[in-house]
C-alpha cells in the first residue's frame, strides 16, 4: 500500500448523478454517531478537515459546484474520497445520448455522463465509497427487464480494483444506507487517512466487516418467537414475521439492532418485513416481498416439531416463578429454614 504523511484536509466529492434518488444522501442528515455537521465543522479531535461537496448539502450551485470535479480531476484537492450513488447505467448500449450525467464538458457543452466522471476521478482518488446498495450491488435499477444495464461500482471497475493508496472500494450497502453505518464507515477511513487506524475491514462483498458480519435475525428482538414457533399471521403482531414474508436469517443488516435514528426504528424489530434492501441478491431474489421465503418453510416445519412444547414447558414454570416463595407470610413461626449459630 502507498504511504503518504499525515493528512491535514480531505475533499469528499460525493456524485449523486449515478441512476438514484439521493436518498443515501437525505439519510446520511439522520447520522448522529457522528453527524455530517460534527465532520464538517471538526468536532472529532484528530480528524483532517473535511470539505463536503454533495449536490444536495452543497452552498455552491452550477459551475460553482462543479468547479470541485475539475479540481479533483487536475489532482489540485488531492487527497479526497470519491462517494458514488446510485447505480451505474452502462453508456455502451445508449450510443445516441446518456443515461446518467453532471454537468456540461465545456468544449463540447454536452453532459458528462457519470461513467466519463467515474473514469476521470476513480484513479486520482485516496479511497472510492459506494454509498447504498444501487452504488455497491446495481440495487433496485439494475432489476430484471431495466433499460438502462444497470450496475454496481464494483461491477464497472472491478471487484479486485484498488485506488492509488491501495484501498479497496468501500461498499456501504442498504436502500437507503442506515445514516449512522455510514458516517461511521467515513469516520473510519478519515482516522486511517489521519494515520490513526489500519486498513478498513471488510468481507468478500466489500462490505464493513463490524457493520455486516451478522444477519437481521440474529439482531432481532423477535427471535425468541421464532425459536418458540409463534409466528405472525397479520401485520401488526408482535410476533415474528417470517410467515409474512420476513428474510431476516439469511440477510446480512444490522439495522434491527442498531435501530434507525438514535436507536429507534428498524425493519422486522417494529413490524416491518426485513426484504433483503442492503444484499447483492437485491431486489429480485426476494421477490414477491409479502411471500413466505421458500426456505422458511422447512426451518419453520422443524421448528414446529419441538417450539410449541418449550413455549408450554416454560409456560409451566414461568407460572411457578410469577409465585412468591412459602415462608414469606407475617405468621409467629420463621419458615426460612435459618438456624442460629450463636
Ligand atoms: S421477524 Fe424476521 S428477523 Fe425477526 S425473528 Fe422473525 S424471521 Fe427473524
Ligand atoms: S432489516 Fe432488511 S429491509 Fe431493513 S434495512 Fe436491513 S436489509 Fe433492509
Known sequence: MATRARVEEVHIIWMTGGLSCDGDTISITAASQPSVEDVVMGAIPGLPQVYLHNPVLAYEVGEGFMSWWYKAERGEIDPFVLVIEGSIPNENIKAEGYWAAQGNDPVTNQPIPTTAWIDRLAPKAWAVVAAGTCATYGGIHAMQGNATGAMGLADYLGKNWRSWAGIPIVNVPGCPVQPDNFMETLLYLLYQAAGMAPMIP??????????????????????????????????????????????????????????????????????????????????????????????????????????PVMRKLRSFTNTTLNKEPSWRHKGRELATSYHPTW
Request: with cysteine; hydrophobic share 30%; charged share 20%.
Open 202 to 307: 471488510l468481507d468478500e462483498a466489500l462490505r464493513p466487516t463490524w457493520l455486516f458480519g451478522k444477519t437481521v435475525h440474529e439482531g432481532c428482538d423477535r427471535g425468541s418467537y421464532y425459536e418458540e414457533s409463534d409466528f405472525a399471521t397479520e401485520y401488526g403482531s408482535p410476533k415474528c414475521l417470517v410467515k409474512l414474508g420476513c428474510w431476516g436469517p439469511v440477510v446480512q443488516c444490522n439495522v434491527p439492532k442498531r435501530g434507525w435514528m438514535a436507536g429507534l426504528g428498524g425493519c422486522p424489530n417494529v413490524g416491518g418485513i426485513c426484504i433483503g434492501c442492503t444484499m447483492p441478491g437485491f431486489p429480485d431474489k426476494f421477490m414477491p416481498f409479502m411471500d413466505e421465503p421458500p426456505g422458511a418453510k422447512a426451518s419453520t416445519n422443524l421448528i414446529n416439531l419441538y417450539g
